[in-house]
């Protein structure tokens, strides 16, 4: 079926540092990509939609100037936090429609960000 | 937007017993139900779902029921096992879009 490959799974950074989560659809072309933050004991909370070779879409209240998503081709899209602080620490978690190809939705592994 | 209401937020049953959680929806244009189930730490795993043109699906011991005049869908789960714990999270949409997850329901099966 469908497969999204996240990497990475986890990652520690000092805070003013970036950091980039990459989102590969192995099998399928993804043409939009769902950015999810979930914080511990919370639901998933979208942060953005991306559309190959388009600008993002951000949900209200969640800063495009902070995190920074690209979508430069079908297979490939990347979320980077830029000038982390601890309270971006999440669990960071992509998501693909797989439309045609299959049926629903296939997510990334998530990735644990920890800054300090 | 869809506005996503999950009842309880907490369930614990024992083991064999049976397991309803029930979501509300304000977006009449949702056309897909699908419930997803999240082990601590990782992805969420689509369990079931339902589309639109259909009132019930059953999958072994879980099944879905929709109510789209009522515009609510629940989760049923029959015989429950310890590996049934976990939370749980129903996320209506219109199909393509954005999954629009509700705050989950942490079910704990107790043995």
């Known amino acids: 079926g469908a497969v999204v490959s996240q990497h990475p799974s986890w990652v520690i950074c000092k805070s003013g540092t970036s950091v980039k989560i990459e989102c590969r659809s192995l099998d399928f072309q993804a043409t939009t990509m769902f950015w999810y933050r979930q914080f511990p004991k919370q639901s998933l909370m979208l942060m953005a939609t991306?559309?190959?070779?388009?600008?993002?879409?951000?949900e209200q209240g969640v800063e495009k100037d902070k995190f920074l998503i690209n979508h430069a081709s079908l297979t490939l899209s990347t979320l980077t936090v830029t000038s982390a602080h601890p309270e971006d620490s999440s669990f960071y978690i992509c998501?693909?429609?797989?439309?045609?190809?299959?049926?629903?939705?296939?997510f990334g592994s998530g990735t644990r960000l920890t800054v300090v | 937007g869809e506005n996503v209401e999950q009842h309880p937020s907490t369930l614990s049953v024992q083991e064999g017993d049976s397991a309803v959680i029930k979501c509300t929806y304000s977006d009449s244009a949702s056309n897909y139900f699908p419930w997803y189930k999240q082990e601590l730490g990782k992805r969420p795993q689509l369990i079931i779902d339902i589309r639109s043109n259909v009132g019930e699906k059953k999958d072994q011991r879980i099944a879905v029921t929709l109510n789209k005049t009522a515009k609510h869908f629940s989760l049923h789960i029959t015989e429950t096992q310890p590996e049934d714990s976990a939370v749980y999270f129903c996320?209506?949409?219109?199909?393509?879009?954005?999954?629009?997850f509700g705050k989950g329901t942490t079910l704990s099966v107790s043995s």
């Open positions: 991306s559309n190959e070779g388009s600008k993002a879409t951000y």
């Open positions: 996320a209506p949409n219109q199909a393509g879009t954005a999954l629009i």
């Open positions: 998501s693909a429609d797989t439309g045609g190809t299959y049926s629903g939705y296939t």
